[in-house]
């Protein structure tokens, strides 16, 4: 049984790296004049209460999204549009926001509570279907997809090690059927041996027997000490504009987000060519 609930971290500085990164890479998408499909394989609640009893238990969204200084860059003020003080808007319902009408959205959540929220926070939305199965398995059905065209968010909580594998194996799958899609992956920074492998397997995935093209962007909020000290993001085929929009904000991040004289850092580094 899984016990992990989003719902007690939206809006942390983990959040803020992996939305900021969703909206910039949607936002590229859909300024081509094709249909898109977004699939989210761990899609949790897709819309948070910020004073509900979870994200009010720890308040991680005051370490998050309430320290960001909108006005420092154009991409900070367009993630401020998608939340307020009281609704923090997670993967899912930033790429609802972000999609037009013929654009499709496919979700997988697994907990049942978080699910029932899921179907409740996306209700009405045509564009939407979502599903209570493994979105591992799920992402490898949806591709490729008939809109020749998607984003992809694989989010998990790594509450189990197997997820590192399960990310790695099921990214090798998609890519064998759909080698042309935007992937974008989180991850945890921990002092874990699994963690630090799985970013050398990461950076060594190939498509079609070519190395794929990346982007691979970390924060930490603190040099490395127990706990999650930050996190990762990898994206696959990112849009051209993404690196430079990467290298003015994560800066930014590490200014706004870090623990005063702790060390904070990040790291942005890419493929070869790229
Ligand atoms: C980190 S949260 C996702 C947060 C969400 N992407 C967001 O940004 O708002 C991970 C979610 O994955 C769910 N989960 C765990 N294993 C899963 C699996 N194999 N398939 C689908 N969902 C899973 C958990 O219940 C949890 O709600």
Redo the contacts with the bound molecule.
Sequence with gaps: M?S???SYH?GNHA?VL??IVEIAVLDYLIEKDKPLTYI???????LYALQGDHASKNKEHLEGVAKIDHSQHELLSRYATFSDANWYA???NIAQQILREDDKLRC????PN?YSMLCRNTQGDKRVKCFD????K?LIAQVPPQTKRAAV?I???Y?LDS?YNQVINTLKGALQRFAVGVYMVWYPLLSKIEVQRFQKQLEKLSAAGQPVKFLHAQLQVRKPSPGMYGSGMFIINPPWKLKNQLQEILPQLVKQLGEPGKGASFSLSTSKGL
Excluded: I, W
């Excluded at 199965?133 to 591992?136: A, T």
């Design positions: 899984l992990y609930r989003h939206a959040d992996k939305h989210d394989t761990h899609s949790a609640q897709g997670g993967s899912v997988f959540e697994l907990h978080d199965s493994d979105g591992f799920g968010m989010d998990p909580s509450e997820d």
